[in-house]
């Protein structure tokens, strides 16, 4: 049974190095799926299954550990950046604003609660107790990539084997992290005698979707003598609204308008627009038909197909400049992007994945199809040239110094915020440099999980060895309390004046600080109690900048503040 034994025992062997992370991630996995009142940690319990791997010396060389961990770091941040960065800079438009000024200032909160704990409760002459209280702040937050930034931060300013293992501290305030967080919240709706039932009632009357980019069809008969004779162009270069003319019924036989189409009076049109423009159109061109006409033309069938737009070359191009209704004939009526119905303006650039909804005679249409590739097959191939070009440029970005005066070394973004802001730049301009940045949604969790398990397994287990002394042994008492206090105090802050300044939504309000807090189970308790999308709407607005502030920040109080 030697074998056996130096298979467990062995540290140096490659072999041993596999099991030990295959155990600690399928253990912590599976552990992180037991639900406690509803509530479960999930793949953080990867971390406490790493700290006790450690702490009993079922562990691997150190060198190797500090590659497994950066890796997974590198590859956790920079598959957030991808996903967030499409939607990062649209999270600023109206509406988004107080949201985000809201969550940065929770985030501000947050921090300055830990140091005020520091102060007054951990003795400040000790280099150490800084940095476990930063790992303390991203338990208490639940933001595990800003436990990564924090940690890669530390290697430059202590020295190689003293530095602290902050890990200890984010698994002491991590537990109740989750439960302040949603239980901060529910404190707030007594704070504020706020009634779940006026909440839902509130959200049935406001409009769900924004009138101004939901697509909406009417039937028309033109009827205004103005309009007679003047094209399809014309008309909505007066209108100055984006409309889609489908199909025009003119003198029994139908068709599908170009832009110099003319319009005569009678005609009956099918228009797509904006939900906000539908009146004012109606207007303008003429009443509703009440009853829908046949618009089929018998000697040339119209078609309505779904295209995918698949062709990376695609990526980038703009609706109205590729001539669609002039050169083949055919009009896009709707776009669907991540599940959502967008208005086919002339301006909407193309990405890779959306869904074109098109009208038109079946030959133009498939012929526009093969343009726009609408093969399944390439939309499931991950693009791993751009995810690891983009790794290339945001470690070297990262690297690069940045001296500050009164810093005792130079400001680096490093393999967290170097990757992660490549990252959401690539997301949201890649398609100029024709890089395709597109992944399924399925992909992209694939990835950041296994890059996030690969992190909190070695951290974990690299922390295992001291855990008993610095915790059981040291201040773990005072990093649980102290944690609660730096989760609880700013969420009751930020969310007592969302609600009575800002008269924003309960339930927004707790998808803001959800979201905040990068934290998914107080998103799924909102949305538990809560039957619209207003959780969901609050949390996706906050998310790209405060997962972005969590990790800069993290870094700039490390380099900043803490010193070997």
């Not at 467990?8 to 406690?36: E, N, P, Q, R």
């Not at 006790?52 to 590198?74: E, K, R």
């Not at 956790?76 to 200032?105: A, D, W």
């Not at 101004?212 to 162009?233: C, D, E, M, Y």
Request: with cysteine; aromatic share 10%.
């Amino acid at each position: 049974m030697n074998w056996l034994i130096n298979l467990f025992t062995s540290t140096d062997s490659v072999a041993h190095i596999a099991l030990l992370y295959a155990v600690v991630i399928s253990v912590g996995v599976l552990l992180g799926k037991i639900k406690v009142g509803g509530i479960s940690l999930g793949v953080t319990f990867v971390l406490f299954t790493g700290i006790l791997a450690g702490h009993i010396g079922f562990t691997a060389p150190t060198n190797i550990l500090t590659f497994i961990q950066d890796f997974g770091l590198i590859l956790f941040v920079f598959c957030i950046g991808l996903q967030v960065g499409p939607g990062f800079f649209e999270s600023f438009r109206k509406g988004g604003i107080t949201l985000n000024l809201l969550s940065t200032v929770l985030i501000i909160l947050n921090v300055g609660v830990m140091f005020a704990c520091y102060f007054i409760f951990f003795d400040t002459t000790d280099v150490n107790n800084l940095p476990m209280m930063v790992g303390t702040l991203y338990g208490a937050v639940t933001n595990t990539p800003g436990l990564g930034a924090a940690n890669e931060a530390l290697t430059s300013v202590f020295q190689k084997g003293s530095i602290p293992q902050i890990a200890s501290g984010y698994a002491c305030a991590y537990p109740l992290g989750v439960l302040g967080i949603i239980g901060a919240t529910i404190a707030i709706r007594y704070i504020c005698h706020i009634s779940l039932e006026k909440e839902e009632e509130d959200l049935n009357v406001a409009e769900d979707d924004n009138p101004h980019a939901k697509p909406h069809q009417i039937h028309l008969k033109v009827q205004n003598s103005f309009i007679a004779g003047r094209t399809l162009a014309q008309i909505s270069e007066f209108l100055n609204r984006d409309i889609v003319c489908t199909r025009i019924l003119h003198d029994g036989k139908v068709t599908i308008p170009k832009r110099d189409t003319v319009f005569n009076l009678e005609d009956e049109v099918l228009i797509v627009c904006a939900e906000a423009d539908a009146d004012a159109i109606q207007a303008f061109i003429g009443p509703l038909i009440s009853n829908s006409w046949d618009y089929e033309d018998k000697t040339q069938p119209l078609v309505s197909k779904r295209i995918i737009v698949t062709r990376s070359s695609m990526s980038g191009k703009v609706l109205g400049k590729m001539h669609f209704s002039s050169v083949y004939g055919v009009n896009v009526t709707r776009i669907t992007r991540q599940g959502i119905d967008l208005f086919a303006s002339r301006d909407h650039h193309f990405h890779v994945g959306d869904r074109l909804m098109v009208v038109g005679p079946e030959d133009n249409v498939n012929r526009v199809a093969e343009l726009m590739g609408n093969s399944n097959k390439h939309l499931n191939t991950p693009n791993i040239a751009t995810i690891f070009i983009g790794i290339i440029v945001g470690i070297i970005f990262g690297s690069i110094p940045l001296a500050i005066p009164g810093m005792p070394v130079p400001l680096k973004l490093g393999i967290a915020g170097g990757p992660l802001i490549i990252a959401i730049l690539i997301g949201r301009y890649g398609d100029r440099l024709r890089l395709v940045t597109y992944t399924t949604t399925s992909a992209n969790m694939m990835l950041r999980e296994i890059g996030l398990v690969l992190f909190l397994a070695s951290v974990g287990i690299k922390a295992g060895a001291g855990f008993w002394e610095t915790v059981v042994q040291g201040d773990g008492l005072k990093y649980v309390y102290t944690g609660f206090l730096i989760t609880i105090i700013p969420i009751l802050i930020v969310g007592t004046i969302a609600r009575l300044t800002y008269k924003l939504n309960y339930y927004t309000i707790m998808g803001m600080i959800a979201g905040t807090c990068t934290d998914p189970p107080a998103l799924a308790y909102a949305s538990q109690i809560c039957s619209k999308e207003a959780p969901a709407v609050g949390y996706s607005t906050v998310y790209p900048l405060s997962m972005f502030l969590r990790i800069f920040i993290a870094q700039l109080i490390v380099l900043f503040c803490c010193h070997a």
